[in-house]
């Protein structure tokens, strides 16, 4: 009895010890992303050099949840729910490594942009998407904590207000472009920013969405209508020239 005690508790701290990881990972990347537009908006490079390399932090947490993963599946060959809690924080991890990835992009860029410095509310424009997908990164973040499933769903539609402020900037910028040559290399920097940020809305969706499956073992439908329209500004915009 008192053997097995001892195996549920040891088991039970190693899934503590996935949760605990992924917590880390979600304040790292929720900081880098912050940091990397604070630093394209100030046109910081010693601060944009910094995120680039936090970003190893991210890609050794990941890599040790993987592992950890493994073998715990190997040895507890877990079922159910706590299967789901093991494969869920992989594919957290996974999202959380990417949005990682994202910031050090937008910090990667930050010298180009600050080449040839555009209207101050493009910045200003930036600062604010960034501020709608921290806030979705930073909820999801508290769902998984707290496994809060019931609020799910409402931040899944909030997803839609990043792709339409999304859309809008990438509109502004590409009529920045066409007023003037000089804008273009700038302002297409600025536009893999504004994706990058996008993007990370789409990997909080993710998260909340394995959190929903860990949690309750059903799938959300997959099928959300996306309001990023990038794709069908250019067209009509490219014909009026």
């Known amino acids: 009895m008192v053997a097995q005690q001892h195996i549920v508790r040891a088991y039970d701290e ?15 990347a929720e900081r880098m992303v912050e940091r990397a537009v604070q630093a394209l908006v100030s046109s910081d490079a010693a601060l944009a050099q910094r995120i680039i ?4 932090m991210l890609d050794d947490a990941q890599r ?52 040839a410095r555009q209207p101050l509310r493009v910045f200003r424009g930036m600062e604010a998407l960034s501020a709608l997908a921290l806030a979705q990164l930073k909820e999801v973040l508290d769902i998984f904590a707290s496994r ?8 899944r539609d909030r ?21 003037d040559p000089r804008n273009i290399a700038p302002c297409t920097h600025l536009l893999f920013c504004a994706k ?12 909340a969405e394995t959190v929903y499956y860990t949690a309750t073992g059903r ?15 250019i067209a009509p915009m490219a014909v009026s020239q």
């Not at 809060?148 to 931040?155: E, G, Q, T």
């Open 159 to 179: 997803d839609d207000q990043i792709d339409q402020m999304y859309t809008s900037m990438f509109r502004e910028l590409l009529t920045y472009m066409m007023e």
């Open 64 to 115: 040790e949840i993987d592992e950890k993963a493994i073998v715990i599946i190997a040895r507890r060959q877990p079922l159910a729910h706590d299967l789901r809690e093991i494969i869920g924080a992989i594919r957290i991890s996974s999202d959380l490594e990417r949005i990682g990835d994202l910031g050090k992009n937008i910090a990667k860029r930050v010298v180009a942009v600050s080449e």
């Open 148 to 155: 809060s499933v019931d609020r799910i769903a409402s931040l």
């Open 53 to 56: 390399r936090d970003d190893k």
């Open 196 to 207: 990058n940020i996008e993007r990370i809305g789409d990997h909080a969706t993710n998260i």
């Open 219 to 233: 799938q959300l439908p997959t099928e959300r209508p996306k309001d990023d329209l990038s794709h069908d500004v």
């Open 14 to 28: 190693e899934l503590k010890f996935l949760s605990a990881r992924i917590g880390a990972m979600g304040g790292h």
